[in-house]
């Protein structure tokens, strides 16, 4: 990658995830980059796009969550920094990569860029899950005490990454498939899950 178009993105557009919450801080971000490279080495595919599309992936969340994939893409669409280094047509495809990678999307990402992404962004470590899914909710629902917290984070993980849930995997990739059945299983043990999110809880307030 052009050494001024990392810079821009490592010193202007990352840090920016200074601002969110602590699921979606500077590691969560350098992690989708890590995990997109990884994936889209076994594609066809521009690495530098995979790799801005990365970094602009969740920064609409600055403004809005619900609508934070759509506004993430007119972020990027309108940087003009990424206009001298792309195309037209390779920043609509980085820009629908983006509006489809959020995981509640019932369609299919529309390119292997947009299935790349959102397979990056899932990284479906449990632990970090879990993790994430506390984090979260001690940030949006501040009143909840300990209990309250650990309920809505069984809720979510059941709702989200349970056998039924909404999350959707696009590409076949193992760490993925792992992660996920590990999931599944201590689901399946609700006071095993329950006891594991008390200690992340408990590390989290320290």
């Known amino acids: 990658m052009d050494k001024n178009l990392l810079d821009y993105l490592h010193h202007q557009i990352i840090p920016q995830y200074q601002s969110l919450d602590q699921a979606h801080q500077m590691d969560h971000v350098e992690k989708v980059i890590h995990d997109a490279l990884k994936i889209a080495r076994d594609y066809p595919v521009n690495l530098d796009m995979v790799y801005v599309i990365a970094c602009f992936h969740d920064l609409g969340l600055l403004t809005d969550r619900r609508s934070h994939h759509i506004i993430g893409g007119n972020m990027l669409l309108e940087d003009q920094v990424i206009r001298a280094y792309f195309s037209k047509d390779e920043i609509n495809l980085m820009k629908e990569a983006i509006e489809d990678h959020r995981a509640s999307n019932e369609n299919p990402p529309r390119s292997i860029y947009g299935k790349i992404i959102a397979e990056a962004d899932r990284n479906l470590d449990p632990m970090t899950i879990f993790k994430r899914t506390l984090q979260f909710?001690?940030?949006?629902?501040?009143?909840?005490?300990?209990?309250q917290q650990i309920e809505r984070a069984?809720?979510?993980?059941?709702?989200?990454?349970?056998?039924?849930?909404?999350?959707k995997l696009w590409l076949n990739?193992?760490?993925?498939?792992i992660g996920l059945k590990k999931i599944h299983m201590l689901l399946e043990d609700e006071p095993q899950l329950t006891n594991?999110?008390?200690?992340?809880?408990?590390?989290?307030e320290k």
């Open 154 to 167: 069984i809720d979510h993980i059941k709702d989200k990454y349970g056998p039924k849930g909404y999350l």
């Open 137 to 147: 909710g001690l940030k949006h629902s501040s009143t909840y005490d300990k209990d």
């Open 196 to 204: 594991i999110l008390k200690q992340i809880y408990d590390e989290i």
């Open 173 to 177: 990739t193992e760490q993925n498939q």
